[in-house]
């Protein structure tokens, strides 16, 4: 019968008290699901969007957005890296804007360039490979290609990370280990790598697609990581040091040779020298046949005699002459150890002289003047070049390659799949790392079984045997049971664990299972409904002749389902969210469940894997829970309706 009667709902009064109900009812929804949206949304963050507070993320919404959020991916994080190759000043991935008209024309020429050029591996690297970051809480989510790359070798060594590091000389601890260095070979110090590893990686490189790649950019590294970083991103700055009167920065360009010609300063050569010497990766560097006989002096100098210098290179030579000056540097070795003190400058030992290969034998051959012979060698002239391709330039040096034009292209060809790609991307994150670790998710299955088995078996016997004998200490059991509960689990841990060191039972089922087989709250509700089962029910059953263990099964446990789903929802949280006590008492790594390797996960995470690894958590808990609660709605409601 309803409380409140059809009649009574006509009443104002009445329907005003049920509206507000229904008010108080939404908000306290509101105030659940609004949390759990921004949870939803911060498990798609990265450093763009980290501080970001929306229940949507802004990346679906706003291209600018997705465009600073796909900027961060392509550039592995690296801020130094889209300054260097974009020519940009942002300070930040979230202030980084796309360019306002893009030049289509000057974007295919570039792919054109890209096509017809056999350019060799270090004038570029690829982007979503690295997730190296200087923020902590942004840490952690696996990029695209990286996980391509893993898949790749998780393919061919099938599945077996020993195979790997047998195979390739390496010593990662897992497949969650495996990573790659983004690469950068601009700075001097900067060495390609040589190990097996390392060539494996430079061929999957070269098979990705060129809107994957971000080819480095000397100009660039000369202007923003050089110039700027020795006299500010004040002009006037650089114009009263180098006695010059440039308008901005957009007019200072890195020359090829040595910087001559009117207008051109002491200041300027002096800088160029140093880069080029000094800082400047020895990949873009060449000297002038002019410089053969300098080198000669220099190996002559160093090594004395011919046959010190085939030992250490390898090589037949018959005289130091033989010896051909390098054109494309190596990629390390004696021979690279050698051209760098060459280029430098190297000191005489006998003499104590020091000898520098004059700045206008050394010239610069990076992929800018690439680009710019190309357009050369196709237009003749800049002049033909702006009618062409609808350009400005003043000059040659002018020219930059159009990355950033032909990426932001590139980027509004697919932003469907980027939206997806970052809504996914943590959550793959999560899985990879919790399925390669296949021991714990079966540790979890077990623990949970056998704890909810434990915990449906165990307790209702308890119980079934307070309610149907009734002994006299009853109560005084019951008080004892409810006593347990005036302690915190955290109080009894200690004491557990020296209990189960004692009996050699750490790192196992048992000792997972046994300290929490009876629950003195469970048994206590179990029995008060027990207590509330027709007594006529067992007399029954007692005339027919059933014995008590078929009463106890036929009876007792089939007309409390709803208690007992009750008491299995309680079980399976208990262990499946189990973690201080399942890390203190199962310290090996074979028997960690899935809460402790989501925590080894979160440590090493950001904000946005760890809110993904959190509603994958969340997940199975939900599925039991939605089970449980339809018995538990079937076992008070229908009956009670009826």
Same mark, same amino acid.
């Given at each position: 019968m309803p409380i409140i009667s059809r009649i009574g709902r006509k009443s104002f009064k009445v329907r005003?008290?049920?509206?507000?109900?229904?008010?108080?009812l939404i908000c306290g929804a509101v105030t659940m699901i609004y949390p759990f949206a921004l949870m939803v949304a911060g498990s798609t963050k990265s450093t763009t969007d980290l501080h970001e507070s929306r229940v949507i993320p802004s990346f679906l919404t706003s291209e600018q957005a997705l465009y600073s959020k796909n900027i961060d991916g392509f550039f592995n994080n690296s801020l130094e890296m889209m300054r260097t190759t974009y020519i940009s000043e942002a300070s930040a991935f979230d202030r980084v804007r796309p360019p306002a008209d893009p030049n289509g024309k000057m974007v295919e020429e570039w792919l054109a360039f890209l096509e017809e050029s056999d350019l060799p591996y270090y004038t570029y690297s690829i982007g979503y490979i690295s997730s190296v970051t200087s923020s902590?809480?942004?840490?952690?989510?696996?990029?695209?290609?990286?996980?391509?790359?893993?898949?790749?070798?998780?393919?061919?060594?099938?599945?077996? !990370? @020993?195979?790997? &590091? *047998?195979?390739? =000389? $390496?010593?990662? %601890?897992?497949? #969650?280990? +495996?990573?790659?260095?983004?690469?950068?070979?601009?700075?001097?110090?900067?060495?390609p790598g040589t190990e097996s590893f390392d060539l494996e990686f430079r061929r999957f490189k070269t098979k990705q697609p060129v809107d994957n790649r971000y080819y480095f950019s000397a100009d660039g590294y000369y202007k923003t990581l050089f110039?700027?970083?020795?006299?500010?991103?004040? !002009? @006037?700055?650089? &114009? *009263?040091?180098? =006695? $010059?009167?440039? %308008?901005?920065? #957009?007019? +200072?360009?890195?020359?090829?040779?040595?910087?001559?010609g009117p207008g051109r300063t002491d200041k300027e050569r002096a800088d160029w020298t140093e880069f080029t010497r000094t800082i400047l990766n020895l990949f873009w560097i060449r000297a002038d046949s002019k410089a053969d006989g300098h080198y000669h002096r220099f190996l002559k100098a160093k090594y004395r005699d011919i046959e010190t210098l085939n030992r250490g290179y390898g090589t037949e030579y018959k005289s130091f002459d033989e010896a051909p000056l390098i054109g494309e540097p190596p990629e390390g070795g004696l021979a690279l150890s050698d051209w760098d003190a060459f280029i430098q400058g190297w000191k005489d030992p006998d003499t104590g002289q020091i000898h520098i290969l004059p700045a206008e034998m050394i010239s610069i051959h990076s992929l800018d003047f690439m680009f710019r012979d190309y357009l050369k060698g196709r237009y003749g002239s800049i002049g033909r070049v702006?009618?062409?391709?609808?350009?400005?330039f003043k000059n040659w040096l002018e020219i930059i390659p159009p990355q950033r034009d032909a990426g932001y292209l590139a980027f509004k060809q697919k932003t469907g799949?980027?939206?997806?790609?970052?809504?996914?991307?943590?959550?793959?994150?999560?899985i990879d790392f919790i399925v390669p670790h296949g021991r714990g998710i079966l540790n979890t299955a077990i623990f949970c079984t056998?704890?909810?088995?434990?915990?449906?078996?165990?307790?209702?016997?308890?119980?079934?045997?307070?309610?149907?004998?009734k002994p006299p200490s009853a109560y005084k059991v019951l008080l004892l049971l409810m006593l347990t509960m005036a302690f915190p689990p955290m109080v009894t841990q200690i004491p557990v664990f020296l209990m189960l060191r004692d009996l050699n039972m750490l790192n196992t089922f048992w000792a997972l299972v046994l300290p929490c087989l009876a629950n003195g709250y469970w048994i206590f509700l179990l029995k008060g409904f027990f207590d509330s089962l027709p007594k006529e029910l067992y007399e029954s059953a007692a005339i027919d002749g059933a014995g008590e263990i078929r009463i106890f099964l036929s009876i007792t446990m089939s007309l409390s389902k709803p208690i007992l789903a009750v008491i299995a929802l309680g079980a399976f949280t208990a262990a499946y969210t189990n973690f201080t006590y399942a890390l203190l008492i199962c310290q090996d790594e074979k028997m960690w469940t899935l809460m402790v390797w989501l925590f080894r996960l979160q440590q090493i995470s950001g904000q946005g894997v760890v809110f993904a690894s959190l509603i994958i958590a969340a997940i199975p808990t939900f599925i039991i829970f939605a089970l449980c609660q339809n018995v538990i709605m079937r076992g008070i409601i229908v009956p009670v309706e009826k």
């Open positions: 005003l008290l049920i509206w507000t109900i229904y008010v108080l902590e809480a942004a840490r952690g989510a696996v990029p695209r290609a990286l996980r391509e790359f893993k898949g790749i070798l998780i393919e061919r060594f099938d599945g077996d !990370i @020993s195979k790997l &590091n *047998r195979a390739m =000389g $390496t010593e990662f %601890a897992g497949w #969650n280990a +495996v990573f790659v260095q983004a690469e950068n070979y601009l700075l001097r110090r900067n060495k110039i700027r970083a020795n006299y500010t991103r004040n !002009i @006037s700055v650089y &114009n *009263r040091r180098h =006695g $010059t009167k440039y %308008a901005s920065y #957009n007019e +200072v360009h890195l020359d090829r040779r040595l910087p001559s702006n009618a062409e391709l609808d350009t400005t799949s980027l939206r997806w790609e970052f809504v996914k991307r943590n959550y793959i994150t999560v056998l704890s909810i088995l434990s915990a449906l078996i165990v307790n209702p016997l308890a119980a079934y045997a307070l309610s149907r004998y």
